[in-house]
């Protein structure tokens, strides 16, 4: 069994904040991540493709296809955006890097449910990971 | 049960293509990639190596073993090579990152599966960007 993983590099802005919690409760859970303007991140994706090496063409995937699947249905939406006022998805839910992972699961996975992990690096130092299944 | 990776680097000369299939075809599979003068990688190989610590040494394995065995079955036959020329099998296997991972498994593991520990995974870079990860 053999994965194959392509890292994605993409910019954006954020705020973590929810109206479920006082400014003082907000200000003291999410720190600096706070700050009312927002503030930005060069993220980077990775996303995995499991499966048998298909013996006609040496690969478990076509890393052209994934590479426009991927741009189609994540970095076309977060590249340079704001996540907090242009996706909708983040009108209520907080930004944290949790909850854009499971966001760009669904995107990435409603059409291509043979991707089986994304892992997402906020900054060098914070990354998630998430196996969807078993590759 | 604790797992041990050992990092290494070759760099080495490639372009994938299937002879069963036409030049436009092998364009539409593999893009630039199939230019039969073939392009370079530096690529990064990355052994997992599974297994209990022994209770003496304290050690999966010695990462002096694992460093010569990776030498000897990878790095040495890999290192300043064109794959598809020099390297058996790829004049017959397309070297694509996936087969390529393949055969350093198959390299690997009647070296390292001994003594209660087995091979557990070969990650290969071929660029940063992309990566295989094979399981046997």
């Known amino acids: ?135 | 049960m604790v797992s041990i990776t050992r990092k290494a680097e070759f760099s080495a000369s490639h372009f994938c293509s299937n002879p069963q299939l036409s030049p436009e075809e092998n364009r539409a599979l593999y893009g630039k990639s199939a230019g039969p003068n073939g392009h370079g990688h530096n690529y990064v190989v990355e052994v997992t190596v599974r297994g209990e610590v022994d209770p003496v040494h304290g050690m999966v394995m010695d990462l002096k073993e694992l460093k010569a065995v990776l030498e000897r079955e990878v790095i040495e036959p890999f290192d300043h090579r064109f794959l598809n020329r020099e390297v058996p099998p790829f004049d017959r296997v397309t070297p694509t990152p996936e087969n390529i991972a393949r055969e350093i498994w198959r390299r690997l593991s009647p070296h390292l599966n001994q003594n209660g520990r087995r091979l557990y995974s070969v990650r290969l870079y071929e660029t940063p960007d992309l990566y295989v990860e094979h399981y046997g």
């Open chain 1, 1 to 135: 069994m053999t994965c194959l993983t392509r890292r994605y590099p993409f910019s954006a802005s954020h705020r973590l904040h929810t109206d479920r919690l006082s400014a003082a409760d907000n200000a003291r859970l999410f720190g600096k991540c706070n700050n009312p303007y927002g503030h930005g991140h060069n993220y980077c994706l990775e996303v995995t493709v499991g499966g048998e090496i298909d013996p006609r063409t040496g690969m478990v995937v076509s890393p052209a296809a994934l590479d426009a699947h991927v741009r189609r249905t994540v970095l076309e939406r977060l590249d340079h955006s704001n996540l907090n006022t242009d996706l909708p998805e983040f009108a209520t839910l907080v930004p944290t890097t949790e909850n854009l992972g499971l966001e760009i699961g669904r995107w990435l996975r409603r059409d291509w449910p043979q991707i089986c992990r994304i892992r997402l690096e906020e900054t060098g130092s914070n990354s998630i990971e998430i196996e969807f299944h078993e590759p």
